[in-house]
T-cell receptor, first 109, second 113 residues
Framework: GIQVEQSPPDLILQEGANSTLRCNFS?????LQWFHQNPWGQLINLFYIPSGTKQNGRLSATTVATERYSLLYISSSQTTDSGVYFCAVQIQGAQKLVFGQGTRLTINP | DTAVSQTPKYLVTQMGNDKSIKCEQN?????MYWYKQDSKKFLKIMFS???????INETVPNRFSPKSPDKAHLNLHINSLELGDSAVYFC????????????FGSGTQLSVL
């Protein structure tokens, strides 16, 4: 099956810093999504981005499908950005999303 | 107002008991899912239903039985609970099958003692 690798596994930053989270995948995909799991356990869908670039406030994401990776950018980090960020992908013809192991982001005040 | 809601939020029970988790979505979506998140935060799909029809059934023990009475509801019944079943169970939905945006419920933390 498809392999999904996220890096780094852990990231600790000060408030106001910028960060880049990476998701590599091993096959062509027709579906890629980024999720944030906050400290209370809620999973929030950030982006649906099988290709191209999208921006939503301080967050943006880019997927380069031909090179099999996606990047999530967080600018001017706030403590509320803390949590685990998951990338999930689905290959053409498959019926399920496969999740990466996540990046745990901690933003200190 | 909640898009995907599941109950209960916490479930603490003894080994060997039977328990159910309920899920409802008011988004008008056709497809619903159950995911399991283990203690290392790894998320894995268990089941998926499309318009009440089972379309994904991963290698899950037979003690787990999903039921979809209509396309807005997907419940999960677990028989003879074991210690290893302790995890967070998430319900989710998407507009239809295939490459669609996924929306999660708030999760049910199951603790088997």
């Amino acid at each position: 099956g498809i392999q999904v690798e996220q890096s780094p596994p852990d990231l600790i930053l000060q408030e106001g810093a910028n960060s880049t989270l990476r998701c590599n995948f091993s096959d062509s995909v027709n579906n890629l999504q980024w999720f944030h799991q906050n400290p209370w356990g809620q999973l929030i869908n950030l982006f649906y981005i099988p290709s191209g670039t999208k921006q939503n406030g301080r967050l943006s994401a880019t997927t380069v499908a031909t090179e099999r990776y996606s990047l999530l950018y967080i600018s001017s980090s706030q403590t509320t950005d803390s949590g685990v960020y998951f990338c999930a992908v689905q290959i053409q013809g498959a019926q399920k999303l496969v999740f990466g192991q996540g990046t745990r982001l901690t933003i200190n005040p | 107002d909640t898009a995907v809601s599941q109950t209960p939020k916490y479930l603490v029970t003894q080994m060997g008991n039977d328990k159910s988790i309920k899920c409802e979505q008011n988004l008008g979506h056709d497809t619903m899912y159950w995911y399991k998140q283990d203690s290392k935060k790894f998320l894995k799909i268990m089941f998926s239903y499309n318009n009440k029809e089972l379309i994904i059934n991963e290698t899950v023990p037979n003690r787990f039985s999903p039921k979809s009475p209509d396309k807005a509801h997907l419940n999960l019944h677990i028989n003879s609970l074991e210690l290893g079943d302790s995890a967070v169970y998430f319900c989710a939905s998407s507009l239809r099958q295939g490459a669609e945006k996924l929306f999660f419920g708030s999760g049910t933390q199951l603790s088997v003692l």
